[in-house]
């Protein structure tokens, strides 16, 4: 890296200027007829998280989502990872986690849909979640589980014996 792009030389003095992150976040509506139980109280089970997020199963392409939790298991914000095509998306670990140390996150679920209408896990499925979580908990931020929405039907990994 050039680092006369950090420096700015005005007569005798020097100013170092680099690049600062900030995060953004942004209010979206997920849902409209949410039920009561995800404003007052934390996710207890997966029908929960399925309950929340069935209406990805209306898209036409595949929607990877992180929800980032507080230790109460409340949500703190969702990260649309990505939207792929229709029978697939790209999930980078590196992504998932810099968002996740960034909402200050305490543990995360993953959400995705599959567009065919059957939730089984792909193979790809399988390793992105395992690397998911390795990575989780290398960091200290525990997968919790990950949610494959269907047509009126989820499957979820913890349930499966998968995570």
Same mark, same amino acid.
């Given at each position: 890296?050039?680092?006369?792009?950090?420096?700015?030389?005005?007569?005798?003095?020097?100013?170092?200027?680099?690049?600062? $992150?900030?995060?953004?976040?942004?209010?979206?509506?997920?849902r409209?007829? $949410?039920?009561?139980?995800?404003a007052?109280?934390? +996710?207890?089970?997966?029908? &929960?998280?399925?309950? $929340?997020?069935?209406?990805?199963?209306?898209?036409?392409?595949?929607?990877?989502?992180? !929800?980032?939790?507080?230790?109460?298991?409340?949500?703190?914000? *969702?990260?649309?990872?990505?939207?792929? /095509?229709?029978? &697939?998306?790209?999930?980078?670990?590196r992504e998932?986690?810099?968002?996740?140390? *960034? @909402?200050s996150a305490?543990? $995360? *679920? !993953?959400?995705?849909?599959?567009?065919?209408?059957?939730? @089984?896990? /792909?193979?790809?499925?399988?390793?992105?979640?395992?690397?998911?979580?390795?990575?989780?908990?290398?960091?200290?931020?525990?997968?919790?589980?990950?949610?494959?929405?269907?047509?009126? &039907? +989820?499957?979820?990994?913890?349930?499966?014996? !998968?995570?």
């Amino acid at each position: 890296m050039n680092t006369k792009s950090f420096f700015d030389e005005t007569s005798n003095t020097k100013t170092l200027r680099m690049r600062v $992150m900030r995060p953004v976040f942004s209010r979206e509506v997920i849902r409209e007829d $949410m039920p009561v139980y995800i404003a007052t109280n934390r +996710f207890n089970s997966p029908s &929960q998280v399925f309950e $929340m997020f069935r209406n990805l199963i209306c898209e036409t392409k595949e929607h990877f989502l992180c !929800l980032h939790l507080d230790g109460k298991n409340r949500i703190v914000c *969702l990260d649309r990872v990505s939207v792929g /095509s229709l029978n &697939q998306s790209i999930v980078h670990v590196r992504e998932v986690m810099k968002a996740a140390l *960034l @909402s200050s996150a305490a543990a $995360m *679920l !993953l959400v995705h849909n599959h567009p065919s209408g059957d939730p @089984s896990p /792909s193979t790809e499925d399988l390793n992105i979640t395992r690397r998911l979580k390795e990575a989780g908990d290398l960091i200290g931020i525990p997968v919790l589980d990950h949610i494959i929405i269907g047509d009126d &039907q +989820f499957v979820s990994f913890v349930e499966r014996g !998968l995570l």
